[in-house]
């Protein structure tokens, strides 16, 4: 059983950056692949970046590749974005994901409860 809450998430101007954090319970986050998922009003849930367990083979959707950067710090079980050269587009709730898989695609079976962020133009 893995618990995950969010953090970071706030209004920011365009071109500006956040981080978000995700912190993880359970003494077993460093067997899961972690992502970080997006939902904008009206729309569908997408995985925006992906790191396994490893830390190696990184995700990145490519409407976010080059200006977001997936980390994890197993020792603190915790999974960061940072985001930079934020865009109105980025504008959604993102969401925290694990995954007991060796592939970025899942299944994801732990969810956090989200945080906002919101890029005004």
């Known amino acids: 059983q893995v618990q995950l809450v969010e953090s970071g998430g706030q209004l920011v101007q365009a071109g500006g950056s956040l981080r978000l954090s995700c912190a993880a319970s359970g003494r077993t986050f460093n067997t899961y692949t972690m992502g970080w998922f997006r939902q904008a009003p009206g729309k569908e849930r997408d995985l925006v970046a992906a790191?396994?367990?490893?830390?190696?083979?990184?995700y990145y959707a490519p409407s976010v590749k080059g200006r977001f950067t997936i980390s994890r710090d197993n020792a603190k079980n915790t999974v960061y974005l940072q985001m930079n050269s934020l865009k109105p587009e980025d504008t959604a709730v993102y969401y925290c994901?694990?995954?007991?898989?060796?592939?970025?695609?899942?299944?994801?079976?732990?969810w956090g409860q989200g945080t906002q962020v919101t890029v005004s133009s």
């Open positions: 994901a694990a995954a007991r898989s060796l592939v970025v695609s899942g299944p994801y079976t732990y």
């Open positions: 790191i396994p367990w490893s830390g190696g083979s990184t």
